[in-house]
């Protein structure tokens, strides 16, 4: 019986980490198949529903494995620790379906959604439960490692703040420029005309004719002035946002303030989270467990990569949309969590069984 629950277990874990492998590289080839768009195209609603779709099952799994460790008595790093990650977890899970219903279903890009306040809660239950995991365990780190730990936190301290200034005026969201584009440059644009007919003339009266022009304008030029710039995105999306609830737009408009601060909670969020990882990786270092901390700090690191890359793409590369090649590290982080996890409760299942044995003996 022994061997055959001992096979069954080992079975498992090999499946697990072998499904989760799977699934990295199916959204790893996913997002290197179809990520690249041509110069001011909008990614096709499919490939973003992709992505979300890769980032939820795979932070899905993660909360699962975590309460799975919660649940069993045998868990040598505490059941607290794994409660409080996959509460991260599934909170991560709750927050990317809400801003990817917020993204795709009401077609609009806001500053603040209503899926930050869960990936706060993410932050917040991911850095507790990695502060007990590293307080249950005695550090014993040398000086070199705690230098290890000091540059990297410097490191990281640079790099978030380097990509979180942006290059000269705020970038604008996606879907928020075409709404400036519209309501700013549609009175101008059939003024132009008539402002160069006046130079020529110089006469006040034939500026009279501009009126029936602005009211005939809009019907002609609201779609095909973006595709003028070359940049199609603006007109489709003008008609997503014309459908947006009004809803959508009064608590989008409630929320953007509210953006510097998460901001800034997001920078030193993800600068904890480095530093309380590298701190894992070395105090974990070559023990029994070493295996599945790991992973856990492999997906730290993952999720600190992921949001750094957004935060620069969306402070300097103007007209970015989400669904870049790097936002594929957070479909990675919740594959490692889950990997940890997964290795955490096989190692926690023989070591409990090897000491049993022993007290029989």
Known sequence: MDKSSKSKSSLSVQTIVL?????????LLFFLLFSVTAPGEKRPFWYSAGTSFFEAIAFLVAAFLCYRNWRSPQIV?????WLFIGLGMFCYFIGNLLFSYWELNLGIEPDVSPGDFFFVLTYIFLIVGMVLAVASRR???EIWQWGIVAVIGVLGIILAGAVSLPVGAPVQ???MQPVAAQTVPAKPSPKAPSGKANSKAATPEKSKPTPAATKSAPAT???PSPASSGQPIPAIATEERANTPEWAKSLEELLSPLKPILDWFYVITDILLLIIATTLLLAFWGGRFAQSWRMIAAAAFSLYIADIWFKYATNRLEGYQSGGLLEVFWVFSGVLFGMGAALEYDLSSRSRSRSGRRRAS
Do not use: D
Request: aromatic share 4%; net charge positive.
């Open 77 to 81: 790093s505490g059941r607290n620790v």
């Open 139 to 141: 550090l014993n780190l």
């Open 19 to 27: 499904a989760e492998i799977a699934w990295a590289v199916a959204a």
């Open 221 to 223: 030029t609201a779609k």
């Open 173 to 175: 969201s996606v879907l």
